[in-house]
């Protein structure tokens, strides 16, 4: 994992920190919300890959938000 920065949204944008540098790479992203978090992931993406992602990332943020709570107890 590689922590880019923060991303802020502006007039109905998100605008990327300067680290999220797709020029470079040219590569196009989906934008996924889940649980109120946006993940950008590769375009394309199929069903498949969508619902697994779907699956994983909501118990990773799940159990992630567990222990922040725990953490702050």
Do not use: C, N, W
Not at 21 to 39: F, M, R, S
């Amino acid at each position: 994992m590689k922590y880019l920065g923060v991303a802020r949204k502006e007039k109905g944008k998100v605008l990327m920190p300067d680290s999220f540098d797709t020029e470079k790479d040219g590569k196009l992203y989906e934008a996924v919300e889940i649980g109120g978090d946006l993940l950008l992931l590769p375009s394309p993406l199929d069903k498949e890959r969508l619902a697994q992602i779907q699956k994983l990332s909501a118990l990773s943020i799940k159990e992630h938000r567990k222990t922040l709570k725990g953490l702050a107890k």
